[in-house]
């Protein structure tokens, strides 16, 4: 099933880490784009990270290179966002998105490259 499913979130104190994992067939795929995106009220989504399943080259936004991490959990055949040294301005929903590309060069932080959306979770960073 290609429609993502994401697991985990919740809150936690400012510096601390959380672990968001991604279910979605687009994982297994080598042509496969995985991305995370977050969403805060009054905002627009904003990407966050992605992956392209083939060559599993990523991108980030700059507001979080350095400290947060998307891989491939192979062994579950899911995607994961590890989020570390987390500030109060993380605080959203946070969003997977899967779709297809025929390269690294086509899977980028576009929400129009992404067809397909999971419901989200909350992430909340307290200061």
């Known amino acids: 099933q290609v429609q993502p499913v994401e697991f985990g979130g919740g809150s936690v104190q400012a510096g601390g880490s959380l672990r968001l994992s991604c279910g979605s067939s687009a994982s297994t795929s080598s042509s496969g784009c995985l991305g995370w995106f977050r969403e805060v009220p009054g905002k627009e989504r904003e990407g966050v990270a992605s992956?392209?399943?083939?060559?599993?080259?990523?991108s980030y936004a700059d507001s979080v290179k350095g400290r947060f991490i998307i891989s491939r959990e192979n062994a579950k055949n899911t995607v994961a966002l590890q989020m570390d040294s987390l500030k109060a301005e993380d605080t959203a929903v946070y969003y997977c998105?899967?779709?297809?590309?025929?390269?690294?060069?086509?899977?980028?932080?576009?929400?129009?490259?992404?067809?397909?959306w999971g419901q989200g979770t909350q992430v909340t960073v307290s200061s």
């Open positions: 992956i392209f399943i083939g060559d599993d080259s990523t």
């Open positions: 998105a899967a779709g297809w590309a025929s390269s690294s060069l086509w899977c980028r932080l576009d929400r129009g490259r992404f067809s397909y």
